[in-house]
């Protein structure tokens, strides 16, 4: 079954914290278990962040907002029961394009380093580490948010960048 990706509409929030959390069940499989408290997606909502979605009604999304003068991806979400079809990798392209129409020089994002649907699933697709020495002051706060927040104690942390220009 396709799921066309598209901009989230008010009428489809309301189901998103499900998706996250059915996805973030995936992680106990590594030994991660996230802290209780708002989900990604209502932190994002609030924020006022650009989401995506895949499927009407949604089966995955994409939240993404600028962060140092270009797009940051915080999060790709897909219901666990549906991973491994692609989803995932169409909302990926669907951000990456749009970031590439907006005039963005690229797209960042943080994951963590071995898990196998993250860092390595992202240099998959074109987005290698960025040196610590590149990062924005907005990059920097995300990553001193995550360390205050407890996020690094949950695995190896990295930032991951990839150009809109390629190829």
């Known amino acids: 079954m396709e799921y066309e990706v598209r901009p989230a509409r008010p009428d489809d929030l309301p189901g998103l914290p499900a998706i996250e959390n059915s996805a973030d069940g995936m992680f106990k499989q590594a030994g991660i278990v996230f802290?209780?408290?708002?989900?990604?997606?209502?932190?994002?909502?609030?924020?006022?962040?650009?989401?995506v979605v895949a499927g009407d009604p949604p089966v995955g999304?994409?939240?993404?907002?600028?962060?140092?003068?270009?797009?940051?991806?915080?999060?790709?979400?897909?219901?666990?029961?549906?991973?491994?079809?692609?989803?995932?990798?169409?909302m990926l392209e669907a951000v990456m394009a749009r970031a590439a129409e907006a005039g963005a020089p690229g797209v960042s994002l943080l994951t963590f380093r071995d898990v196998p649907w993250n860092g390595p699933w992202y240099?998959?697709?074109g987005f290698a580490e960025l040196p610590e020495d590149q990062w924005g002051?907005?990059?920097?706060?995300?990553?001193?948010?995550?360390?205050?927040?407890?996020?690094?104690?949950?695995?190896?942390?990295?930032?991951?960048?990839a150009p809109t220009d390629r190829a």
Do not use: N
């Not at 219901?79 to 491994?84: E, F, K, T």
């Not at 706060?141 to 942390?157: D, F, K, T, V």
């Open 35 to 51: 802290p209780p408290g708002p989900t990604v997606v209502e932190q994002m909502t609030e924020l006022d962040a650009e989401i």
């Open 61 to 90: 999304f994409a939240a993404v907002q600028e962060v140092d003068g270009a797009v940051h991806l915080e999060q790709i979400a897909v219901r666990d029961d549906l991973v491994g079809r692609g989803i995932g990798l169409r």
């Open 123 to 125: 240099a998959r697709h």
């Open 137 to 161: 002051p907005g990059i920097r706060s995300y990553w001193e948010a995550e360390i205050e927040g407890g996020l690094h104690r949950l695995g190896p942390r990295l930032v991951m960048w």
